[in-house]
């Protein structure tokens, strides 16, 4: 008995040796070449349900722990064949049983067929069924539901077609190709649409790349030139989206799209005595700016032309403790000065500022958590230009992303912040868990307060932009920590313990009805909150590069990010240069 319990331990230790893992460089990708094609085309050229960019790439932080399959969910139904590709589970012959959970639209995805022996070659066919059904509720989840609608609830059917080549000695996926029929209800969420057809898929690995291997720094480099091209040829002041409307008309923020158009070429490297820059910035100086988001990237557009090259590599190596102090010229200093007034004008006036300031479009009796982040990063622009703010506007401030962070999502847990200089020295190695790790819980930011809505990535990071500065400008006002510094620090250790949990540069992190909005400002907002408190890993996720390498993937030949907005253009750029200075030293 004894040998024969022997016997089936070492059989059995034997089968998991040899079952197929990904074997991806830690922090690193493998990139694909995609074909892909809808029969029949769609009437408009568009298809139903697709809301995001597609970039075909895995990278190794989207594996599960056991490295055998993807551990997120589907982006959209272009990631169902994929999903199944990567998933070296299912490499056993025969029944196959699977379970696509959420697919956006639609619901989970339940699988039955057969897969086929494998080849020497590593090729494998599989022939599989699916159904849509509803998701089940998960630990701590009450409803799928939002606003009365269901967050899936969509129907229908279909069949999958795939075959894929597995390289055993590598480790990775080296090609697949599949045929997914479709003939599916999508929910609410999606516009209730239809779709039905052949979505044809062929990707074939161009390349594994190690974690910002030698030429990372190059394609960034270059990406942000070709980028900067299209902006540069939409910066004509007199361009329609640059208008002035009147307040009240749906907020369309001209002069914030002119003044980030502007920003995004200084940040850039772009110089301010360039012709289309100077005709540009004439143009914003004659504007009668009014709202708070285009008043505050006015101000850093203006903030910009003064900031010294290469400062913030200089406050990373540590030649540099702070921002250079600005010295604008005497109408630069006076064209500030109103801004900054009016900006503090737009505070909400349902609340006595003097405990409490947060932000709205206008003014009055209302305020957003974007607007207010935005207003905040304006009036750090003007502090940096030696106009700074009274302390008590900064304490109402703090006390306002006090009180808007959401309830905990879990218990505490260790969490592993990597400051960005330690990065740059130590690279990955840095990552490695120490028994100094303080605990956090995650808690993260809505568009205003807890209970309207759940939580989502670029208001988390509106969050945690919003208590960093308020950190930074309390610390240099009161010459030192501020009294209200440990309550700031835990709240923003929480905050990044939520984007560890909700971790992705897919979607906008978190919760279901923001996923497929707002994109280019999630990545753009992960990178400013990060870049302000000198955070380069997130319990070993190195946000910057994972983000980089899908805006890299989704770059076309003339620099456009896709069908990005001019507004989406602009924050891809400001992403990839890292545009956002550091404000705080990092939390610990």
């Not at 969509?154 to 999958?160: A, E, H, K, P, V």
């Not at 030696?386 to 992303?401: C, I, K, S």
Request: glycine share 10%; proline share 6%; with cysteine.
């Amino acid at each position: 008995m004894r040998s024969f319990t022997l016997c089936s331990l070492l059989f059995v230790t034997c089968l998991a040796a040899q079952q197929p893992t990904w074997q991806l460089p830690n922090g690193g990708l493998a990139a694909y070449l995609a074909e892909e094609e809808m029969e029949p085309e769609p009437a408009n050229a568009r298809l139903p349900g697709c809301l995001l960019p597609h970039a075909p790439l895995l990278l190794q932080s989207e594996l599960a722990a056991d490295a055998r399959s993807v551990a997120m969910e589907a982006q959209d139904w272009r990631w169902i064949a994929p999903l199944v590709a990567f998933d070296l589970r299912l490499a056993k012959v025969g029944k196959v049983t699977l379970r696509l959970p959420r697919v956006p639209g639609l619901g989970d995805l339940a699988f039955t067929g057969t897969a086929m022996p494998p080849g020497a070659d590593g090729h494998q066919r599989f022939e599989l069924q699916w159904k849509v059904e509803a998701p089940t509720l998960r630990p701590g989840e009450k409803a799928l539901v939002a606003g009365g609608k269901p967050l899936y609830g969509g129907s229908g059917q279909g069949t999958l077609q795939l075959d894929r080549k597995f390289d055993a000695k590598r480790g990775v996926v080296e090609e697949f190709s599949a045929k997914l029929a479709l003939d599916v209800a999508f929910g609410p969420f999606q516009g209730n649409g239809k779709l039905a057809g052949t979505w044809s898929q062929h990707w074939v690995l161009r390349a594994v790349q190690g974690h910002r291997e030698a030429g990372f720094d190059a394609r960034v480099a270059e990406a942000i030139r070709n980028g900067c091209l299209s902006i540069q040829h939409a910066l004509q002041p007199d361009r329609p989206e640059f208008a002035t409307v009147p307040a009240g008309k749906d907020h369309p923020c001209g002069e914030g799209r002119l003044a980030l158009a502007i920003q995004t070429l200084l940040v850039a490297g772009h110089s301010p005595t360039d012709e289309f820059l100077v005709q540009a910035l004439a143009e914003l100086r004659r504007r009668d700016i009014r709202e708070t988001y285009s008043l505050a990237v006015a101000i850093a557009a203006i903030e910009q032309q003064y900031a010294p090259a290469g400062e913030r590599d200089s406050l990373l190596a540590g030649a540099l403790q702070h921002p250079v102090p600005r010295t604008p010229g005497e109408t630069d200093r006076a064209l500030l000065t109103e801004w900054r007034q009016r900006l503090l004008q737009n505070r909400d006036s349902s609340v006595d500022n003097a405990y409490r300031s947060r932000f709205w479009y206008l003014g009055g009796k209302g305020f957003d958590n974007s607007n207010s982040q935005y207003a905040l990063l304006g009036l750090w622009s003007a502090q940096l230009c030696q106009l700074p703010t009274d302390r008590g506007v900064w304490l109402g401030a703090a006390e306002h992303w006090l009180a808007a962070q959401h309830p905990a999502e879990g218990k505490p847990r260790g969490l592993q912040l990597t400051d960005l200089r330690v990065l740059r020295d130590q690279g990955l190695a840095a990552a490695k868990p120490t028994a100094s790790a303080r605990t956090a819980v995650p808690r993260g930011f809505s568009y205003t307060l807890p209970g309207s809505e759940a939580a989502y990535g670029s208001m988390t990071c509106a969050g945690i932009t919003g208590l960093a500065l308020c950190m930074a400008a309390l610390a240099t006002n009161d010459g030192g920590k501020s009294t209200v510094d440990n309550r700031l620090e835990d709240a923003l250790r929480n905050g990044f313990a939520w984007l560890s949990q909700h971790r992705t540069v897919r979607w906008n992190a978190g919760a279901v009805p923001h996923r497929s909005e707002f994109y280019f400002y999630w990545l753009y907002s992960l990178e400013r909150a990060c870049e302000l408190s000198r955070i380069g890993l997130i319990d070993g996720w190195d946000w910057y590069h994972d983000g980089a390498q899908v805006l890299l993937a989704l770059q076309d030949d003339n620099g456009c990010f896709g069908e990005a907005t001019l507004e989406e253009q602009c924050l891809a750029v400001l992403f990839l240069k890292k545009a956002q200075l550091p404000a705080i030293t990092g939390a610990r």
